[in-house]
């Protein structure tokens, strides 16, 4: 490990310009590359004390020996040099995209004297129209197919149309009308090449012209009684509509653009990006990249950008860019893009309409991405196996964790505090494992003592049953230590789970109180053989008990990469378990308290009144018209009523009006109507 200041330029030394700057390690291999408006300022940045630095940052500057630059003249010439030296250098600490595969388009080769269309991968040719890039090659073989009809354009390979006019007999598609088989001078080389120029304009949006012309040639076709002809045209017609419906109109205003979204996390980002030419979205294409660097979204867009564009020009650079966050600076970004098409690109943030929303749809497309991605990685015996060393070695474990349990709190302003459980075995899910805690020992919010109480209580169970093996304990019963078990998951023999299970590893989701308050409960019931860590969310540090200083984890490590997965896994049961408290909570009325009243009745009271405020006001005759309901059970319910305190009056705490009904009014569908938006009462809880 380095110490930058052993490699730091001298002051003054680094030119106050834009430019591109270069860290090498001590093999001399590039590291990581960056731009600048101003390299002195930029540089600076990495110089400052190790412990301010982002994690990440720390990493690179200590990897690396030296650091070098080029100065240019403009921001623009940065973008370009910084994109040039990323290809050539792979920096192991810039953004890298996986799978980024070479992508099918659909090429008609306009360079040759009998254009051909087929589908082309990798760099783009002088004289080529393309289309696309498709998702795959059996997408523009199907699109193919559907349009050879209208437009008999050549397919076959230089062999096969070379065979064919030495023989003097046409391929198989030159018999069935798919081709117009040029090889033996059907057709002329001027006709061929008007028919693939046809072919062409279709696939760029023009599709108007030719269903309109097909349409009068039918007409004149059934008119002439030419009827077999009229057949085949309107078969065309079909044809060309059925090649249309393939790529559906997203925007009615035949626009030519690409719509970038960005799904992302702590570790990683999923780029997906939707071609959209005349209106329809011609194609589809997505990386997925390790964040190895510290990033804004703004930033990933940037690279995204330079990955999309970098080897383009023309037409290939559409006139409208459309993105989730724009790089900063934005103007050489946008100048960059003009430069590449040769006109005015409009690179911005869509705010409504059509494109906003079909933004959204290529949102989700990235969001799934991400987690098809994540699915697959985790499934990876491999990758587990390397991922649990990886743990073991970073934790100084005698082996690795096979076992990993995480504990989380959750609560809503210190109402209705729960916390979670949740098991891994060999890095996979063990959700029958699962456990949920109400948090009984005290009232209000507080974390540290909570994390304590959980910890105490799950291993108190655990000794006891060492000890012996006895009946399940149910929660509030005898000293209350256990746990809810999940779903009313049983053992073979008809028993709720137990805690006979020790970790290898327990994680909690938290810093160093956290961490502390867990090692404390352990020590206090005298176990002192397993393993403690806590993950922190804002840098995804790594804690452990009696340490000033956290263990940092390399973004690219298959073992923090569990580490959040485990973490990220408690934080959602948890969650989950106190909505569904506070919206039992929400339900309860004083209904609920009347003996022999059930669901049934409570409902029907509810319908026939409206709200639980009426009811109270209701007379015992009036209560009696309710189908079901007798005069003694009248009685009891307006005795139990006049005796329960009203409640309060709810509030919406987005517009501060004081709703006309009580927070248990049940709504038209039977859900409890609650004070503020859903959007308001998650954003309170952790």
């Known amino acids: ?23 090498r390690d001590e093999h001399r291999r590039v590291i990581y590359v960056g731009k600048a408006k101003s390299l ?23 990897t690396a020996a030296s650091v070098e ?26 953004v890298k995209y996986r799978d980024d595969k070479s992508y099918p388009y659909l090429a008609v080769t306009m360079n040759e004297e009998f254009p051909r269309v087929q589908v082309m991968r990798g760099h783009k040719k002088k004289g080529v129209r393309y289309f696309g890039p498709y998702g795959h090659a059996w997408a523009i073989r199907d699109t193919v197919d559907l349009l050879l009809r209208v437009f008999p354009v050549r397919t076959c390979s230089a062999g096969v149309f070379k065979n064919a006019a030495r023989t003097g007999r046409p391929c198989l598609l030159g018999y069935i009308g798919k081709c117009s088989a040029p ?56 044809a060309l509509k059925k090649a249309m419906e393939k790529s559906a109109v997203v925007l009615a205003d035949a626009t030519d653009a690409d719509l970038i979204a960005v799904a992302e996390d702590e570790l990683e980002a999923a780029v997906q990006i ?13 990386w997925v990249t390790d964040k190895v660097e510290e990033i804004t979204t703004g930033a990933l867009v940037e690279h995204a950008l330079q990955q999309l564009y970098g080897e383009e020009t023309g037409d290939s650079v559409p006139k409208e860019v459309l993105v ?24 911005r943030i869509p705010q409504r309409g059509d494109k906003k929303a079909l933004m959204e749809t290529v949102q989700r497309n990235a969001l799934q991405t991400l987690a098809l991605h994540k699915t697959k990685r985790a499934s990876d015996l491999t990758t587990r196996s390397r991922a649990l060393e990886e743990i073991a070695e970073a934790l100084d474990l005698d082996s690795a964790p096979l076992r990993i349990e995480c504990f989380d709190i959750s609560h809503l ?18 959700k029958s494992e699962y456990r949920r805690f109400q948090i009984k020992g005290f009232e209000g919010q507080d974390d540290v003592r909570s994390m304590h109480e959980v910890i105490s209580r799950r291993f108190r169970r655990y000794l006891a049953e060492k000890e012996k093996t006895g009946e399940w304990v149910e929660d509030g019963h005898e000293d209350g230590l256990a746990g809810e078990p999940v779903n009313g998951l049983k053992d073979d023999d008809g028993r709720p789970k137990k805690f006979a299970y020790p970790p290898q590893l327990l994680v909690v989701d938290g810093g160093q109180p956290q961490v502390a308050a867990a090692k404390k409960a352990l020590d206090e019931l005298g176990i002192d053989d397993i393993a403690v860590c806590g993950l922190a969310k804002r840098l995804e540090e790594v804690w452990l008990p009696d340490e000033d200083d956290p263990v940092v984890l390399p973004r690219t490590s298959e073992g923090l990469y569990l580490l959040q997965r485990v973490r990220d896994e408690a934080h959602r049961f948890a969650i989950t378990y106190q909505r569904a408290k506070r919206a039992k909570r929400f339900r309860s009325s004083p209904l609920d308290d009347i003996p022999g009243l059930g669901e049934t009745r409570k409902q029907a009271l509810l319908k026939h009144f409206g709200s639980l405020r009426k009811l109270r006001s209701a007379t015992i005759d009036q209560i009696c018209e309710v189908p079901g309901i007798g005069r ?34 049940m709504g038209s569908g039977g859900e409890p109507v609650t004070a503020g938006t859903p959007d308001e009462r998650r954003g309170q809880e952790t």
């Open 1 to 23: 490990m380095a110490d930058p200041s052993s490699y730091r330029p001298r002051p003054g030394q680094i030119p106050d310009s834009p430019g591109v700057y270069r860290f």
């Open 40 to 62: 002195r300022q930029r540089l600076a940045n990495y110089f400052q004390d190790l412990a301010s630095l982002h994690p990440r940052t720390r990493t690179m500057v200590t």
């Open 69 to 94: 630059w080029t100065v240019v003249s403009t921001e623009v010439e940065a973008l370009q040099l910084e994109y040039s030296w990323i290809k050539e250098y792979d920096p192991r600490f810039n």
């Open 183 to 238: 090889c033996v001078g059907r057709v002329t080389a001027d006709e061929h090449r008007e028919l693939a120029e046809d072919f062409g304009d279709f696939m760029a949006g023009r599709t108007g012209t030719y269903l309109r012309r097909l349409e009068k040639q039918m007409m004149e076709a059934a008119e002439e009684m030419e009827y077999e002809r009229a057949a085949r045209l309107r078969d065309d017609i079909e």
């Open 274 to 286: 939707f071609h959209v030419r005349g209106g329809r979205v011609r194609g589809q294409r997505g």
């Open 324 to 347: 989730p966050a724009l790089p900063d600076p934005v103007g050489p970004v946008q100048e960059w893009l003009t430069g590449r098409r040769g006109s005015n690109v409009s690179l």
């Open 413 to 430: 302003q210190g109402d209705d505090v729960v916390a979670s459980m949740v098991v891994f075995e060999d890095g996979l899910q063990r």
């Open 632 to 665: 003694k059970t009248a009685e009891t319910i307006a005795v139990a009523l006049a005796q329960a305190a009203p409640a309060a009056p709810a509030v919406n705490t987005a517009t501060g009006e004081i709703m006309e009904e009580e927070p248990d009014t």
